[in-house]
């Protein structure tokens, strides 16, 4: 090898007998080498810090490098072979098959980063194969792609084979088909209904053509007029239509739009009545028509003026009714299915009085008689809070707003009446871009599995599933997120106290992408409530809902 050399020279000039003389001296420096060091990885932060075989975990730290290339991380030894991100400051990797508990390094170019513990966990059971009557088929009464809004329908196939799904829209037109779809086990899909009808108010009903249960839920996002933040709603679809329908929430007043949209799947025109059950005033009943294999809306300002009001849907042909509600010029609103079922008891499993929300308690008596009412908050940290009971009058509504009763509390709410009843629960709260709200009816009895079709963590959106264990004993639960066009599911499990409530964040599983909820009580013969919710622009924007369920 050829070797460089430093020479460095000194010149002696003078005259000698008139002859010019000089010295050169020589001096040679030693070889030497000179690099940058390369910093070593940092880790400051595991997330989440125990799992099972297979399930992503997220690395926070500093100088990870640009990309993966030969860089690994392990797990007390056992090197990760499965990579979503490598970042400088961030890799998420998936537990490789063989860890064991331990230390978890990441290996870079600048050497080894320090160690942050992770326990490997035995993953619960495989997710529960629907064992009740098979759902399905599902109905969507609301839906547009015209009038500035964009509509997303999520399927989820608990199942463990694939299955077809047939999709069917109910336009003012009639009837408008599309490819069947098919859903991989245990997954979510997304359809976007703009792809196949372009800018049309629309109803959907969507069918499993094996006859298998799958579930299906809709979430509609706009922009009303001058608002800085986009909003939106959604809700579980029905499995089927029926002739008579109840809807504890509705308000014509204090600014709000409130439309009923009904969907008429039969191939003859529904002739309804609806009964508005007004706060303070009594009921008032009118009459409408909604054409064949179409969905028809009604204005309930056109009917009843400014009101707060509970709704009565009674058809002689069976059909399936939402209401959708709006105010600050469509700057906030809230989307609900009805009920069928009138109850003595009535669950909610979302609610809170903290971190800036005010939630309101809507309860509706269909009945010919005054219904003796008891309101019990199910808290975390102070259990049941029952309150004084109140006497509602007949075919009456009443509206409870439960900061005034127990602020600064996260809370569950069981609704009991001495007669048949149905409660429903809506939020309203200000991140600073204007109001935004969402709202969902509750269910008349809990259930041993729940299925929400849509959880998204990407793209700025958090999902949180709410469940309510109404039980006087603890229970256990497995939560499973089951990934957008299938995947390996991720799972957790927990122990809910007795008569209590607790908030999962999807991001603690998945930290980017979509996934559909499914929720199952492990304990034999203790039944559970389910609810998602989902915020996106900073909470800017929020919807929430009840889900499918099985037993």
Known sequence: M???????????????????????????????????????????????????????VTLTGTNFNETQ???????????????????????????PSGATSGPVLVHAAGGDSNAVDFTVTVPPEPPPEPTSEPTPTWYLAEGTTDWGFQTRISIQNPNEEPVIARVTYMTGDGPVGRPDITLPPLSQTTLFPADDLGARDFSTRVTCLEGETIAVDRTMTWTGGGASSPESHSSVGVTS?????????????????????????????????LTYMIEGAGPATFDKVVPPNSRATFNMAQDIGEADASIRVVSDV????????????????????????????????????????TTYVLVQNPDSEPAEVTVTYMTADFGPQPQPPVTMPANSRMTINVNN?????DLSTQVHGSRP????????????????CHDSVGMPSPHTTFYLPDGQTSDGWETWTLVQNPNTVSVAIDLYYLPENGGASLTLSDTLQPNSRKSYSMAEKLPVGR?????????????IMCERAM????????TDTIGGFAD
């Open 405 to 409: 009763v127990l602020p600064g509390h």
């Open 241 to 273: 239509p029926d002739d008579t329908w109840y809807l504890a929430e509705g308000s014509s007043d204090w600014g709000f739009e409130c439309w009923l949209l009904v969907q008429n799947p039969n191939g003859s025109e529904a002739h309804l009545t």
């Open 535 to 542: 915020y996106s622009n900073s909470r800017g924007s929020g």
């Open 2 to 56: 050829r070797r460089k050399h430093a020479i460095s020279f000194v010149l002696v000039v003078g005259l000698v007998a008139g002859l010019a003389l000089f010295s050169v001296h020589a001096t040679r420096r030693p070889d030497s080498v000179s690099s940058a060091t390369v910093p070593a990885p940092a880790i400051s932060g595991i997330n989440p810090p125990s799992g099972p075989v297979g399930s992503p």
């Open 69 to 95: 290339a030969t860089n690994t991380v392990t797990f007390n030894g056992k090197a990760a072979t499965s990579y979503t991100t490598w970042a400088p400051t961030q890799v998420i990797c998936a537990v």
């Open 515 to 527: 996934a559909s909820v499914m929720v199952t009580s492990r304990t034999a013969g203790r039944k």
């Open 318 to 357: 069976p059909v399936i009714p939402e209401r959708a509600m709006y105010r600050n010029n469509r700057r906030e609103g809230h989307d609900s299915i009805g009920t069928t079922t009138p109850a003595t008891d009535y669950y909610l499993a979302e609610g809170t009085t903290d971190w800036g929300f």
């Open 421 to 436: 009843i149905i409660a429903e629960r809506a939020m309203y709260w200000d991140n600073g871009t204007g109001e935004a």
